[in-house]
């Protein structure tokens, strides 16, 4: 297969700029073998975080042509051939070196996220009945692998820098995995609307977009969230009182 | 005096996959202050990647499953190798740590009546892995994860160890560098737990990622530990062959477990001429027969040779290769599109359809894969007591992959992630009660920090040495090539010599840059452990001259009754590898009554 061009962000802190690296490329590549590559033969010191490789560990995320995605699913034969494929790190978290950015935001936010507080058991063994049904709805948000890429998209942590006040799409799904957990007994509707600020989330869906696991983080995650709040913290009085006084 | 960041624990584990995290745990929940390191980010260790499922016998699909039934299959699976009272553990304790998991919060796919559902495997008699579609090792390290964090572990991330301390004869540290800043950080402890994994990044195809360079191994063989059936590494049957970039990449056996059948070039299911004299009986003998198993008559029929153990479907593939008959880019077809209807494939397997559509443009709901043996798991690994997974070395301790004995000559499938849970809580319990017994934390003397941190730095002083990716990639090739899935003297004399070139090559990486986040650097460090495990496996190939289970050779091609509960024992002596062969403990009659004449 032919050459191709590869226009990498390479720096530390404040600084760096993009640089090419022309590459002999194989059948099947994907971004990923290409950054390997060009570490193996030209970069040794070129920084990328990597583990399975198939899509399973979100540990590659970037971005690419200005895409959030990782970089291990993504085929070099969807790109033409003939134009520089560029790949930055994510923009949403300070950057470390080269492609690799500072996530640890993301695990302290995770620390602080109510945990999982399970209903007694059903049975005196100690064990639950739940059927499949019951857990299929919390399975689908536990499909997420943190690879931080809808986090990286939306623009209250991207642009408005809100990391202060706003737990991120990652984050309200990981709720929503556990306010759909079936056993699950704690209460996170004060904590998701003072802390969390799920009502920065305005549902332009970019974070359904970048998904790789397909998860419909903003229909079938954040909205019955928002509505699960606006439910609790609705008082009648109060909205009567505000509309009298104007 | 080179500056290192300082902290002190009670406990410290490397190394963060299911074993280390049910570990730190356990640690924890004893009262101990606990550090956990880990190489990745947390949560992206190989655990995340298991697929199939947590073999334990819960009972809840087939009633007359119990923990003898289980500890026969897993004896028999490791061709009786195993250290028995390991076996015994496990199969006792797997069903109470799966029931933890779910208290703590996963969702396993349920039975018909509420209950965790349990899909077949190779090797097991029963339906036993309490799965979630084909992401199980997701689901457990998640959940083990979160439980971490909420019982105030404190975890260190992307912090690759290199050297344990040993005071006075025992591991009482570990010194390590920030991969971010390429700081060094000494970690004082009273115990230390390895959970490092594998090492299957010393061969070309292997479904393991830039983490398993066998850092464990090496750490506890440096540390003066003992290391036993370092010559057993499995193959696992599937992987993906083609396109190149993605060779090596695992199939999970649930492909198997939900129906799906192996095929030659000529349209044979193959399986059925390669049954051992050992199962005979046991397994399906016509393709009616199997495929009435796969559609649910699983009391009246047999299962399908497919699910013969590891060891031997890899054989069977490397076989039907060999003479031609292998799929067009040298592996097998594995086929379930003509066995289940797209709808329950991609309910059942996701990732795989996922995976096979993104990586290979096969829609496997319509087409066959194309598969073949990838190095996946090293049976081998730190001799520990059963009961404490005590190593050799006092104040050390191993769980998981890094851990020798439980699975003998080959591991069945599922059974890992059950290991990793009752083993991980097991060596976190020894650790807190052997911490609570020692006073003072030692002074580690300055010189042992000294002297490793400027082995570690050496490279930067060799701009323009030796291309240390290149040296690895050299490495992987002469593994694949003269230690693979069957081995003879003369690849392993080969192997040998290659392995000594090798060691001088890396005695001269070079590497430019900074000591931040410098992936060539760190790849100069991780040669050394590579380099370390790989002489153990090779050694230990070259020792035992038969074959048996993962372990086999050409020019010794049957299982020999003299080499029988003995194994194989590596330790550092001086500067020189010392190998020994010593038998195992005697299994007690009763037991061997259950694996002889059933539960």
Not at chain 2, 2 to 19: T, Y
Not at chain 2, 41 to 53: D, F, N
Not at chain 2, 510 to 537: F, K
Request: charged content about 25%; overall charge neutral.
């Amino acid at each position: 297969m032919a050459k191709r061009v590869f226009r990498l962000f390479r720096g530390q802190g404040n600084t760096g700029q993009l640089v090419d690296y022309e590459l002999e490329c194989d059948e099947g590549m994907v971004v990923l073998d290409a950054v390997h590559r060009i570490q193996a033969e030209q970069a040794p010191d070129l920084a990328c975080r990597w583990n399975c490789k198939a899509g399973k560990c979100g540990s590659c995320s970037a971005e690419i042509n200005g895409k959030p995605r990782l970089m291990c699913m993504t085929r070099l034969s969807d790109y033409p051939p003939d134009r520089p494929i560029t790949i930055t790190p994510m923009k949403a978290f300070p950057l470390i070196k080269d492609l690799v950015t500072d996530v640890s935001w993301n695990y302290e936010v995770n620390r602080r996220l109510p945990e999982f507080k399970p209903r007694p058991p059903d049975f005196p063994d100690g064990s639950w009945r739940m059927y499949q049904y019951e857990v299929e709805r919390a399975q689908e948000f536990r499909k997420c692998i943190e690879c931080f890429l809808c986090q990286d998209v939306c623009h209250v942590l991207r642009t408005h820098r809100k990391h202060d006040e706003f737990i991120g799409p990652a984050f309200l799904t990981r709720a929503a995995a556990y306010e759909t957990h079936p056993l699950d007994t704690n209460d996170r509707a004060t904590y998701l609307k003072e802390q969390g600020g799920i009502g920065y989330c305005n549902i332009t869906k970019c974070c359904t977009e970048v998904c790789p696991e397909s998860i419909a983080i903003t229909d079938n995650a954040i909205i019955p969230l928002k509505e699960r709040v606006v439910d609790r913290h609705y008082d009648p009085l109060r909205a009567i009182v505000r509309l009298l006084k104007g | 005096m080179i500056e290192v960041q300082r902290h002190e624990h009670d406990v410290i584990v490397i190394g963060a996959g299911g074993a280390g995290l049910r570990a730190a745990i356990e640690a924890s929940l004893q009262g101990c202050r606990v550090a956990l390191i880990c190489k990745s980010l947390l949560g992206k260790a190989h655990t995340v990647m298991a697929e199939g499922g947590a073999a334990a016998a819960l009972g809840n699909v087939f009633p007359e499953d119990n923990w003898k039934v289980h500890f026969r299959d897993t004896m028999r699976g490791g061709k009786m190798h195993n250290n028995w009272r390991m076996a015994m553990i496990h199969a006792q304790e797997a069903p109470d740590r799966i029931r933890e998991l779910e208290a703590w919060g996963a969702l396993f796919d349920r039975t018909a009546d509420g209950r965790i559902n349990q899909r077949p495997f190779g090797g097991h008699t029963y339906s036993r892995l309490a799965h979630v579609g084909d992401r199980t090792g997701l689901e457990m390290i998640r959940v083990l994860q979160d439980k971490a964090v909420h019982c105030g572990v404190d975890v260190f991330m992307e912090c690759t160890v290199i050297k344990l301390a040993v005071v006075d004869g025992k591991v009482c540290g570990a010194l390590g560098y920030w991969r971010e800043s390429g700081r060094f950080v000494l970690f004082r402890a009273h115990a230390v737990v390895l959970a490092t994994g594998g090492i299957g990044k010393a061969w070309a195809i292997t479904s393991n990622s830039w983490e398993y360079t066998g850092d464990g191994h090496a750490l506890a063989y440096d540390a003066g530990a003992e290391l036993i059936d370092m010559e057993f590494v499995q193959f696992h049957p599937t992987g993906m062959v083609w396109p190149p970039s993605v060779r090596g990449i695992l199939v999970t056996e649930g492909v198997r477990g939900e129906g799906g059948v192996l095929l030659n070039n000529q349209g044979r299911r193959f399986m059925f001429d390669y049954m051992p004299e050992m199962y005979r009986g046991d397994f399906a003998e016509t393709e009616e027969e199997a495929d009435a198993w796969v559609t649910g008559d699983r009391k009246k029929n047999r299962r399908p040779p497919e699910l013969l153990t590891r060891d031997v479907v890899s054989k069977a593939i490397v076989a039907e290769v060999k003479a031609g008959r292998g799929s067009p880019h040298g592996g097998v077809f594995l086929d379930i599109a003509s066995k289940r209807d797209p709808e329950y494939i991609k309910k059942k397997l996701p990732s795989m359809y996922h995976q096979f559509k993104e990586l290979a443009g096969v829609d496997i709901t319509k087409e066959p894969m194309e598969v073949g043996p990838t190095v996946h798991y090293v049976m081998g690994g730190v001799k520990v007591d059963p009961e404490t997974q005590a190593a050799t070395v006092p104040g050390l301790f191993a769980a998981g992959e890094v851990a020798g004995g439980m699975h003998g000559a080959n591991r069945l499938g599922g059974n890992s992630l059950s290991d990793l849970l009752v083993f991980g809580r097991r060596a976190g319990l020894g650790a807190a009660e052997y911490a609570k017994r020692q006073g003072r934390l030692p002074e580690i003397p300055q010189n042992l920090v000294n002297e490793t941190v400027e082995w570690a730095l050496a490279p930067f002083e060799r701009s323009g040495g030796e291309n240390p990716y290149q040296v690895q990639e050299d490495l992987r090739r002469t593994m694949q090539e003269n230690c693979g899935i069957v081995r003879d003297q003369a690849g392993l004399e080969q192997a040998l010599a290659d392995l000594a070139k090798l060691k001088e090559r890396a005695m001269r990486t070079g590497i430019t840059g900074s000591r931040e986040y410098n992936p060539g650097w760190h790849t100069c460090l991780d040669l050394h452990s590579q380099l370390t495990v790989a002489e153990m496996v090779v050694r230990s190939c070259m020792e035992r001259k038969e074959s048996r289970g993962a372990h086999t050779r050409f020019d010794y091609p049957d299982s020999d009754p003299n080499w029988e509960r003995k194994e194989v024992v590596v330790r550092r002596d001086g500067d020189r590898m010392e190998v020994k062969v010593v038998p195992q403990p005697e299994i007690p009659e009763e037991l061997m009554t259950i694996i002889k004449e059933g539960a």
